[in-house]
């Protein structure tokens, strides 16, 4: 038998190999440690929520997260367009999802789903992306290729690399503003996936990078949408709307000494009715300061269109606030067009030098119609204008409950009679009827026909206030089937103060009347009123409330025209008819 000898020296080296592990993990840095271990928590808590998507028929796919616990989840309108009405998520418990469309943003690239067959699903924290900071160490995770099909998700390591960043558009017409870049790698599949910061808040939406020769190697320079552009957009994404961005009416550009100045400006406008003029400084918008084109069209591009918001502009040195109404940036028709819905207006001809916006190349092509669960097919409703009307309809009974709930005058629909003083002591009587409007002002009379069909700004100043109590009959009678259409338009800020509201949209004759709701008791607050689309607004706020029969009506209505106090209604004694009274 033969033997091997080692020589004391060879011994002592042997014994120090084997040691070695434990003296380099002895070495390490215990911050060094501390935060692996916290990288590893936080994936291993956040991994739950990202979900890998499929489509219906389990070809393609992309990324999400999910938000809310009874299945409400974020993706790119990218990514659930091609896929389908329904398709299929899968989550790290191993476990296939049926899920549904609720609702598109092909502008901002964001749609809507919601995840099927629980109540409980696991969440991602919100965070605040206006305190992301370049530096900051940030998660992409995901689904990149459809490696996912274990529906593990991939995670990738970064930090933010840029903020506030403006996205030209490219191929299609979704535009990418005030967004996050990280250099964690973000290829195609990644598209709606979550990013992460480091204490497991969800910061962005994953959704489009920069592609060396336009080919599909990640380059290092991916763009997250922000998440609170989404928290702007949150209730019109469950509107089940395709919804669409703001406007101003005005083209900006920055001067020799970096002024940002109105170029042109649309007369009909609300920024041009509220005073906004050619050769007029921006210098700030929505709180935020302008000092230069993508900043302003960064901060523009992150509210949805509706929204009123203010607007400080200087002027011969002098400054002046005034609150914006924000018109749509894009024709309803384009809109239903990257929808895929075929009923549209013909599209205008696109101008020499328009630029054409193009989204993270994708990993499949849009996926075959396959039919839906059976026991989930009633889940969508399909609506021109709409992504899914069924979302829409849900909405609309949670507000129109709430309003029954306190002020239900349904049995009511005969003519109704209103008296009372004006604040400067005139008496007013105030008679709404099927055929016509009548308003008795100390010893004027004002007459408005709805047999004509022609509405008409009286009294005269005020922006159709007789037309809009018309409007106001219809909704407390229950009678919103006789607008010709009715829909959840989504939230935004009352006037563009602070209150949060709850908007209902109705329409009839082209007129058009919004509905505020506040969101913490679901009160009616009051109404805006529009003879046309760009007419200017009529605004009625209710103030205080009398009750009738155990039943809440207003008794105290305030209403401006624009920026001016028209008048202040008190409401002193009210006479309802029921539709047989007002017959005989």
Known sequence: MQRTFFCDRCLTSIFMLLLLPAFAQAAVDPAVLAAQKQRVDVIKAVSPSVVAIFGAAGKGGGSGVLVTSDGFALTNF??????????????????????????????GDIALIKLLGRTDFPVARLGNSDTVKVGDWAYAMGNPFLLATDFQPTITYGIVSGVHRYQYPAGTFLEYTDCIQVDSSINPGNSGGPLFNDQGELIGINGRGSFEKRGRVNSGAGYAISINQIKHFWDHLKSGRIVDHAALGATVSTDF?????????LEESDAFRK????????????????????????????????WTLPLVYRRDEKKTTIYVRLQALHRASELQKQAGQKKIIPEKPSKPGDKK??????????????????????????????????????????????????????????????TGKQIDGDEFTLTLADKGIGFELGNDVYLQSLESGMLLDEPAGTGGLLAAFHHFRLLLSG?????????????????????LVDVLVAIQTGAISRWYFNKSDLSLRGFDFYLTENSEVCAIRFEQFQTLKGQKFPSEIIIHYGNRPVMKLKIEQVKLETLENSKK
């Open 78 to 107: 990218h990514v659930a367009s091609p896929s389908g009405n329904f398709m299929k998520c899968g989550l790290n418990d191993g476990k296939l999802y049926d899920a549904v469309i609720v609702s598109i943003d092909p502008t």
């Open 275 to 306: 005073g906004l003029r050619l050769g007029d400084e921006i210098v700030s918008f929505a709180g935020r300061p302008i000092r230069s084109v993508n900043q302003f069209k960064n901060i523009l591009g992150i509210y949805p269109a509706g």
């Open 257 to 265: 000494d970096s002024k940002i100045d109105v170029t042109e400006i």
């Open 479 to 499: 009678q919103t089937a006789r607008f010709t259409d009715f829909y959840y338009l989504g939230s935004e800020h009352l006037d563009g103060k602070n209150e």
């Open 357 to 418: 916006p193009s989204p993270m190349p994708l990993p499949h092509a849009k996926q075959a119609a396959t039919p839906p669960p059976e026991k989930y097919k009633h889940l969508y409703i399909s609506k021109t204008g709409f992504a899914n009307y069924y979302f829409n309809q849900r909405q609309q009974e949670r507000l129109l409950q709430a309003l029954n709930d306190s002020s239900n005058f349904s049995d009511r629909k005969g003519n109704w009679s209103l």
